[in-house]
């Protein structure tokens, strides 16, 4: 092996449950704190790549942890080649599937060695990736919300500079959603973009319902309505729908992407990298969509979801949801509505007295 192509030395994970600024509840859940696994890809040349995954539910975080450094010990002495890895990682798990864990521990390992490739170049991923940071327009992303009760919040978004909120709907009945929707937007004004996700809490006769008893609060788009799953059920709703249907963050790998742009299921996407395969597999749904012209926005992660679609041709909008800013050295910064990728590499440092803090052991 050349001298000048780094080699992974080992892999280190790390599990911890982070405080985040508010509670997000959605129409099964209620997050109160991240469960997030923390992955140090450490190489040769003194350079320790990093990323992290959040694991939604504390019960997986030992599972991640175990399946990543076993991972980890396989990739000792390879080279820092994401795509390589990917391929070597495809044939690994072909036949037990890439869907759950597996598909969050690979995405996170390309995500760490992308990063590591950054920090030796000592260049932002954007620009390594031929682009260059920019701001990005995003949109302030809550949980289940009251008009009254949470207006105080809603208006620091504003004062922020955000240009989109979007708030969770399907944990009650049609009226309720419409009650919260109707005061939202009046809280907000006709300027500022206002985007429901139901989670996937709906069949398509319902949800085709609801949408057509939101429309007249002028909704940017309409999120996962029915299950992600049920590629035909969402192309149903979208065919009647008068609101853009956005989904992706639960579509797995670039397969999953053409599959569910083939089936004509949503107006937008918005890859999640934990899930896509990380900077390797966004890069190649990013040019399904450009193929395809679907605006593409982004799902959690906006360190490093700043970096890809300062790089993704049909760019729309970044998901502002800080489940890990308690634990980085420099958490991302909101400045006039919009988020600008740093580096080198993704930019992501971790606060190491706060990472031992909420550390699981």
């Known amino acids: 092996m050349s001298k000048s192509v780094p080699a992974i030395r080992s892999v280190k994970a790390r599990a911890l449950v982070a405080p985040i600024p508010r509670p997000v509840k959605t129409a099964f859940a209620e997050i109160s704190a991240a469960p997030l696994v923390l992955i140090d890809v450490e190489t040769d040349q003194g350079v320790t790549g990093r990323a992290y995954i959040f694991a939604y539910t504390t019960l997986t975080l030992k599972p991640l942890v175990h399946l990543i450094e076993e991972i980890g010990r396989e990739l000792t002495d390879k080279p820092v080649a994401p795509y390589d890895l990917m391929k070597a990682m495809d044939a690994k798990f072909r036949l037990l599937g890439w869907q759950g864990l597996v598909g969050m521990a690979v995405s996170g390992l390309d995500m760490a060695c992308w990063d590591a490739l950054g920090q030796i170049a000592d260049r932002p991923m954007s620009e390594l990736l031929g682009g260059s940071p920019r701001p990005i327009k995003a949109y302030d992303s809550y949980g289940v919300v009251d008009p009254v009760a949470d207006e105080k919040a809603l208006r620091r978004s504003l004062d922020q500079g955000f240009r989109g909120i979007k708030i969770k709907g399907g944990d009650g009945d049609a009226a309720n959603d419409e009650r919260v929707v109707r ?5 907000l004004g006709p300027d500022i973009a206002l985007m429901i996700d139901f989670n996937q809490s709906l069949d398509p006769a319902e949800a085709t319902r609801r949408i057509a008893r939101l429309a007249p609060y002028d909704l940017h788009w309409i999120e ?3 299950p992600q799953e049920n590629l035909s059920g969402h192309a149903k709703v979208r065919e009647t729908s008068p609101t853009p249907i956005q989904a992706g963050e639960n579509w797995w790998f670039p397969r999953g992407f053409a599959e569910a742009i083939a089936a004509g299921a949503s107006d937008f996407i918005m890859p999640d990298l934990m899930k896509v395969g990380g900077v390797t597999g966004w890069l190649q749904v990013a040019g399904q969509a450009d193929a395809a012209s679907i605006p593409m926005s982004s799902h959690l992660f906006a360190e490093a979801s700043a970096h ?6 049909t760019a729309h909008w970044l998901e502002f949801l800080d489940f890990a800013g308690a634990i980085l050295a420099k958490p991302a910064e909101i400045v006039d509505g919009a988020v600008t990728a740093r580096g080198p590499g993704l ?7 706060a990472v031992a803090k909420y550390l699981v052991t």
């Open 224 to 226: 996962e309505p029915v």
């Open 308 to 313: 890809m679609l300062a790089v993704t041709p």
């Open 347 to 353: 930019g992501i440092e971790w606060n190491e007295s």
């Open 183 to 187: 005061g939202v937007r009046a809280l």
